[in-house]
């Protein structure tokens, strides 16, 4: 494990009582982003990059962490079902290893299984158009990620 990247025990250690975190829920085409309240209680969907470069898109995620004060980011990992690592994996870990580089914010990887599906069926069951869908999808599963690892930090 990198400098940057933590285990949620220890990330809790480093923040002050304030902190927000940022989630992220990183696609193919785009990134989901969230941002919890002060007082890490509620995610909340914040945006959703359409992927470019690299250097775009990890630029967009720091300015945003900065623009909302952000003290840390969870990153969802798409583990398989069985809770072994993919190429989707592979492919988030080597984005959060470059944007270790230009960042010293921390980073926490979260299971991320089901984000999506259970998201999708949220809007379904909210008769959200496909259209809605698609451009809700991405910041809800990202608001999802960071909420279960704000769940997780509070019963610590």
């Known amino acids: 494990m990198s400098a940057n990247v933590k285990p949620l025990e220890e990330l809790e250690e ?4 304030h902190d927000r975190l940022m989630g992220a829920d990183l696609g193919t085409k785009t990134i989901g ?3 919890s309240d002060v007082s890490r209680s509620i995610a909340s969907p914040l945006e959703t990059i359409k992927r470019t470069k690299f250097t775009a898109d990890a630029g967009r995620i720091i300015a945003l962490a900065k623009q909302h004060d952000v003290a840390a980011l969870v990153f969802g990992l798409p583990l398989n ?23 010293d914010l921390p980073v926490v ?7 999506t599906m259970a998201v999708t ?6 008769d959200a158009s496909r259209a809605r869908r698609a451009e809700l999808v ?3 599963a990202a608001s999802y990620i960071l909420q279960g690892a704000l769940d997780r930090l509070r019963r610590l």
């Open 14 to 17: 480093g923040l002050g009582r």
């Open 33 to 35: 982003l969230a941002l």
């Open 81 to 103: 079902m069985d809770g072994t690592e993919g190429p989707r994996c592979q492919s988030t870990r080597a984005f959060v290893r470059n944007l270790e580089k230009l960042t």
């Open 109 to 115: 990887f979260w299971d991320e299984r089901m984000s």
């Open 121 to 126: 069926r949220t809007l379904l069951d909210a």
């Open 138 to 140: 991405d910041k809800m």
